[in-house]
C-alpha cells in the first residue's frame, strides 16, 4: 500500500499547478479515488497555493450566482453606459451587474441595458453615480481637456477636421487633423498645441 501511496505521490506532482487546481476544485469522484484530495491539497499546499482558496472557488464551469437579492439602480440606453457606471461602483467596492446588454443586438433597437447591485448596496450605489464626476483640475493634465486660450472656458471638445486640399474626397477617406474647438467662443487651435500648454 505505501509504493502505491508512492507511486501516487509522484504522478501527481507531475502535473502542473494548474491540473492540480482543477483537481481539487471538481472533486471528481468517479474519475479519483477519495485519498488523491488529500495528496493533492499537499502538493498544492508546498508549491504556495492555498488549498482551502481553491476549493472555495467550487467547481469549475459553474457560474456563481449572487445570492443576495438584487435592484436595479438606474437604466441605461448603451451597455458601454452601463459598464462605465458598473466600473465606478466596482472602484468605490461595490459589487454590480450589467444586465440586458444582449436584448437590445437581439433586436436591433435599444430598450435599455439595467446597472443591479445588491439591495443592501442600494443607497451607496446611487449616491455614487449621483455624486459629481472629478473635477478636470483633478485629472492628470493628458487626461484632462484644456481651457480655451481666448475666453477661458473649459467648455472645449476635440473635432476631427479634414487637412487641406482634401475637399473633394469624403470624409472618412481624407487625411484628418484634431483639433479643440471651444463653444462659448468659436476658438479652435490643433490638438498638439493643447498638449504644451
Not at 182 to 194: G, I, M, Q, R, T
Amino acid at each position: 500500500m505505501a509504493d502505491d501511496t508512492k507511486q501516487l505521490l509522484a504522478q501527481l506532482e507531475r502535473l502542473s499547478t494548474d491540473e492540480l487546481i482543477s483537481i481539487l476544485r471538481n472533486r471528481d469522484e468517479d474519475e479519483w479515488r477519495p485519498q488523491v484530495f488529500d495528496v493533492v491539497a499537499s502538493i498544492l499546499a508546498s508549491r504556495g497555493v492555498s488549498p482551502r482558496d481553491v476549493e472555495a472557488m467550487g467547481p469549475e464551469g459553474r457560474d456563481v450566482t449572487e445570492s443576495a437579492p438584487t435592484v436595479t439602480i438606474a437604466t441605461f440606453f448603451s451597455p458601454a453606459e452601463a459598464h462605465a457606471s458598473r466600473m465606478a461602483l466596482e472602484e468605490a467596492g461595490i459589487a454590480a451587474w450589467v444586465v440586458d446588454e444582449a436584448v437590445g443586438t437581439m433586436y436591433g433597437v435599444g430598450v435599455g441595458t439595467r446597472l443591479q447591485v445588491r439591495a443592501s448596496d442600494d443607497a451607496a450605489a446611487r449616491a455614487i453615480l449621483a455624486s459629481p464626476p472629478a473635477p478636470a483640475d483633478g485629472l492628470p493634465r493628458e487626461l484632462s481637456d484644456p481651457v480655451c486660450p481666448a475666453c477661458g472656458s473649459r467648455n472645449v471638445a476635440p473635432e476631427a477636421w479634414l487637412d487641406e486640399g482634401q475637399q473633394s474626397r469624403p470624409r472618412w477617406r481624407g487625411r484628418r487633423s484634431w483639433h479643440y474647438v471651444c463653444s462659448d467662443c468659436d476658438e479652435a487651435w490643433p490638438l498638439e498645441d493643447a498638449s504644451q500648454r
